[in-house]
């Protein structure tokens, strides 16, 4: 079965880390840009970080600098989020998303518009 499947997330509280993870099947990642999004509540889709295809150079949403690490193993087909110094303000359900596209574009992509989308896993920042 092709698809991204995420795990990881949870309830953490403020000042707490998660890793998250995100594995494929049925496909290898290691010619695709794979990244994660996130979508809170009532809020718009959020970009936080991708690899890029091209140059395996990893890019950051300029809020989430130095507080999230995104990695991949290609020998597993899976993709990492570590999170650090959580907050409230993280909880999302974050998405784990691959595509041809190059990081620019790949941030910009509509859901509907990506290669392969996962089905979220939820990430809840409360004390």
């Known amino acids: 079965q092709v698809q991204l499947v995420e795990s990881g997330g949870g309830l953490v509280q403020p000042g707490g880390s998660l890793r998250l993870s995100c594995a494929a099947s049925?496909?290898?990642?290691?010619?695709?840009?794979i990244g994660w999004f996130r979508q809170a509540p009532g809020k718009e889709r959020e970009a936080v970080s991708c690899?890029?295809?091209?140059?395996?150079?990893?890019y950051y949403a300029d809020s989430l600098k130095g507080r999230f690490t995104i990695s991949r193993d290609n020998t597993k087909n899976t993709v990492y989020l570590q999170m650090n110094s959580l907050q409230p303000e993280d909880t999302a359900v974050y998405y784990c998303?691959?595509?041809?596209?190059?990081?620019?574009?790949?941030?910009?992509?509509?859901?509907?518009?990506?290669?392969?989308w996962g089905q979220g896993t939820q990430v809840t920042v409360a004390s």
């Open positions: 690899i890029n295809n091209s140059d395996g150079e990893p």
């Open positions: 998303a691959a595509d041809r596209a190059e990081w620019y574009h790949f941030f910009l992509l509509d859901r509907g518009e990506f290669d392969y």
């Open positions: 049925g496909f290898t990642l290691d010619h695709l840009t």
